[in-house]
């Protein structure tokens, strides 16, 4: 589906659920977890049929590992596309990460060695994954408190070569891109302008928290999708707004400690205040 507007949206829990379902004239697009639905009944693909006639759906994958130098797994691709089938969503994504190595699944969305290697392995991933779907995917930053070790590219530039050698649309989640930056002492301003801009199809925002270092060596974000998206976020935001002229679909991320939903909704408000700023700079 062609996108001609900013759109904000929300990512599909059960928690929030019914604050959704009577809320839907405020949310422009729902990001549904692929992965609790590849083995779901009738019933519930139905019901998230249903839901995409209602709101405009894209669907969220959180366990190929395409950023890996082994091959992705045919069968989890090919539960997407039988899901991407069933529930007509218009676009889906995935993670640059790894989540699996020696037939081990370490439960954890893992950056790899930033490095020719890894970018090689995620194109030709990116690349399978693309026909066994049938649509390209867009591709997640993910947040990580540590840089890879044996990397030989910074992060920026390691993303660059992944987006534009697989040709497909970068999903920024703004709030790793902090995390990652004040983590490793960059400025997340700085970060964010060395990245594809041009290809960013969509955003995500959410929060994290401050966890101390090992003998009071400093502290650390964590993202946990536990919190609001702090101001910091949602000025990069802006940035992004005024220094990207294609539409933008952006998603506020909450996976629990859940507020209330008039305050969810206040979250999105301010994203598109944030959008708003930007596009009139």
Known sequence: MEVKRDRVGLGWRGELAAGILSSLAHIDVLEVIADDYYRAGRGDIDALRSLARQVPLTLHGVGMGLASTIPAEPRRLQAMARLM???????????????????VEIGHLAAPPRTPAS???????????????????????????????????????WLAHIIDGAQVPLLLDLHNLYANAVNSGLDPQAMLLRLPLA????????????????????????????????????DLLTSLARQAPQPLTVIVERDGNYPSFGHVL?????????LRAGRSA
Not at 143 to 154: F, I, Q
Not at 200 to 221: I, N, T, Y
Not at 266 to 274: F, I, W, Y
């Open 85 to 103: 089938n069933a529930v007509q969503a218009e676009s889906w994504s995935e993670h640059l990460s790894f989540v699996r190595a020696g037939g």
């Open 119 to 157: 970018v090689a392995g995620a194109v030709a991933n990116i690349a399978l994954a693309t026909r066994i779907v049938g649509s390209a995917p867009l591709m997640e930053n993910i947040a990580t408190l540590v840089n890879p070790p044996a990397s030989t590219m910074d992060e920026a530039q």
């Open 199 to 234: 290809r960013v199809g969509a955003v995500h925002l959410s929060g994290g928290h401050w966890v101390d270092e090992p003998g009071g060596a400093g502290r650390r974000l964590l993202d946990d999708h536990l919190h609001d998206v702090p101001p910091e976020v949602f």
């Open 266 to 274: 206040g979250q999105l408000a301010l994203a598109r205040a944030a």
